[in-house]
């Protein structure tokens, strides 16, 4: 198997359904953490979950949580069962901002995912439409975009984290937001997502789907949910895109990366 793509069968370089799914995208729909960034490289997940249910204990609030969302290394699965459990958005809303305030913090460690920025700027060159839809707070997302100096290149268009946590992914809420923004048809857009959760809610809101996994753990996880098309790194993308490049810039004195 190559390094460039991880799949149930073993391929050599770009499959003819990945050029089909990047010739068909005119927006693509971006999960933030994992394809874009690795944003708890530096400030453990397991770390940030864990002080959040630590803060439910001064609370008195720790008996809502299983046994496994007690020890879980996912900070949105202790939001979620605060969710679950009714007791009014005040409690909802306190956790969420101190997830946020987590995540902020592990912005300024956040490793970018190789291949990330120049695929993105050079989609954007190309006059793709980009959104981010997350489970990550907005906040977030557009600091570190913003710091990448990104942030052109998706605009307004950062759906992520709320109050309402029943709406995260796999909830496909957030890819609505932005379809309907866009005012695009799923049939034209592409969701590139790490996570079971991105696939299943891609396949609820009838979008393409391209699954990202750096690890053979992700790659199982994706391929177990049932995920078709994943690659192991975003290199294989970007030279897809360079290969059909327009002969002339899209847009006037617009350049691709790298030229």
Known sequence: MTSD??????????????RRLVSRAEVVLWDFD????RLFAGHPAPEVAGRLVDWLETRGLRG????AERHTADPHAVLRAVDRAGLGLDVVAQLEERLTREELRATATAMPTAWADPLIRTWTALGARLAVASNNSPRVIGAYLAGRGLADCFGPHIYGRDTDAHRLKPDPYHLHRALNALTAAPATALLIGDSPTDHEAARRAGIPFLGYARNTRKARLLADAGARDVIGSLEPLLRLLRENKPSSPPRAQQHLPGQ
Do not use: K, S
């Open 34 to 37: 994992g394809p874009i960034c």
């Open 5 to 18: 793509t991880t799949r149930t069968e073993p391929v050599a370089g770009p499959t003819d359904r990945l």
């Open 64 to 67: 809502l949580l299983t046994e």
